[in-house]
C-alpha cells in the first residue's frame, strides 16, 4: 500500500491539518481494517508530523509581554472526503483500493474531533542576548474524536464487513509539547523569533490499537519567524515561519517516521484598535523517508499538505483578553 495512502485515509486536506484529531482517527481507521484478516500489530503507514501549519494565530509568535500568557486553542474539525497524492477529491472510496486483501465495497467516512489546548507561557522581564526577549512554555492537549466508518455493496448493504458500520468515540491527553527556549528581538519594523521545542509521547499509544491518542515517537523542533512591520503603529504585519521536525523512532517499534518541513505565512490587519482580521496559510512536507525495519510500504511518495485559513480577532479587554475566530481547510 502505497504511503500516500494516508491522505486518503484521514481526509489531510482538513488537517492544515489539522490537528491529532484526524490523525488519531485514521489509525482507529486501520485499527479496524486489520481486524478483516490483516496483521493486528502492524506499524502503519498512517503516520504524519506533530505540527501543525497556520494553528497558531498570525502573530503570536511575535514579541509578547513579560509575565504569564495563556492561549486556550479550541479547534473542531471535521471531513468525509478523501484526497489522494495528486489531489483528486472523493466522498467515498472502494476498500480494495486501500487493501488488497478486502472486497470492493464501497466505503464512507464522516471524521469529526474536538481538541482543546492550553498554551501556556512566561515571558522573563530581563532581556538576554543582546536584548531578546525569553519566553518558555508547556502546550498539553485533550482531544475527542467521533468516527463513523460506513460500508455500503454495489446492489445492497454488506453486512460482514464492519457489519454495515463501525463507529467509535475517544477521548484522552495527546502528547505533549514543551518550548524551553523562545527568543526574540525586536526593532522599529521587525521582529525575529528563534524557537525550539519538543513534543513527549505522553499520549495513549500501542502499535496495532484502535484507541491511539498520541503518535508514539519524540520530535524535536527548532522554528524561526520574521514579522515585518510596513507602518510606524504595526498596525499591519506580515509574517514568514520555518519549521522543522525531527523525528524520533515510534516507541517498541523499529520505524523511525520521515523528517518534515513547514512553511508558513500571515498577514494581520487591524482595522480599529481593538479589531483584528487575518489570512494565513501553511505548506508541510515530509522531507526524508521513513525507515526501519518495520516500514512494509514504499517510500518513494511522500506526505504533504496544505493549509488556508481566516481569522478575526477582538480585544475583549484591551491588552489583556483578545477573543480570535478562525475558519481554515
Known amino acids: 500500500m502505497n504511503r500516500y495512502k494516508e491522505q486518503i485515509r484521514n481526509g489531510s486536506l482538513v488537517k492544515g491539518e489539522s490537528h491529532r484529531g484526524i490523525i488519531l482517527v485514521a489509525l482507529l481507521m486501520v485499527g479496524i481494517l486489520c ?26 509568535m511575535a514579541k509578547g509581554a513579560p509575565g504569564l500568557a495563556i492561549v486556550l486553542y479550541n479547534q473542531y474539525m471535521y471531513s468525509n472526503k478523501y484526497s489522494e497524492k495528486d489531489g483528486n477529491i472523493y466522498t467515498n472510496k472502494q476498500l480494495d483500493y486501500f487493501f488488497k486483501e478486502l472486497t470492493p465495497v464501497d466505503l464512507n467516512v464522516s471524521l469529526g474531533s474536538f481538541a482543546t489546548v492550553p498554551a501556556f507561557f512566561y515571558g522573563v522581564p530581563k532581556p538576554v542576548l543582546g536584548g531578546a526577549q525569553w519566553m518558555i512554555g508547556v502546550v498539553p492537549s485533550y482531544i475527542w474524536a467521533d468516527a463513523s466508518f460506513i460500508t455500503e455493496q454495489r446492489g445492497g448493504v454488506q453486512d460482514s464487513i464492519l457489519n454495515q458500520s463501525g463507529a467509535a468515540k475517544l477521548s484522552g491527553f495527546g502528547d505533549l509539547y514543551v518550548a524551553p527556549l523562545r527568543l526574540t528581538w525586536v526593532w522599529d519594523h521587525l521582529d525575529l523569533t528563534f524557537y525550539y521545542g519538543f513534543t513527549a509521547p505522553t499520549g495513549r499509544y500501542e502499535t496495532g490499537a484502535d484507541d491511539n491518542i498520541g503518535l508514539g515517537f519524540w520530535t524535536h523542533q527548532p522554528q524561526l519567524f520574521t514579522y515585518y512591520y510596513p507602518v510606524a503603529d504595526q498596525s499591519t504585519a506580515l509574517m514568514l515561519g520555518l519549521t522543522y521536525e525531527l523525528n524520533g523512532k515510534v516507541k517498541g517499534e523499529d520505524f523511525n517516521p520521515g523528517n518534515r518541513f513547514s512553511l508558513e505565512w500571515g498577514i494581520s490587519q487591524y482595522v480599529s484598535g481593538r479589531l483584528e482580521l487575518g489570512v494565513m496559510g501553511g505548506h508541510n512536507w515530509q522531507v526524508s523517508d521513513d525507515k526501519g525495519d518495520e516500514v512494509w510500504w514504499p517510500t518513494s511518495v511522500r506526505d504533504k499538505k496544505s493549509t488556508l485559513a481566516f481569522t478575526a480577532g477582538y480585544w475583549a479587554w484591551a491588552e489583556r483578553l483578545q477573543i480570535v475566530a478562525k475558519y481554515g481547510f
Open 35 to 60: 481486524a478483516q484478516g490483516l496483521r493486528a500489530q502492524q506499524t502503519s503507514p498512517i503516520q504524519t508530523g506533530h505540527y501543525s501549519p497556520a494553528f497558531s494565530n498570525v502573530r503570536d
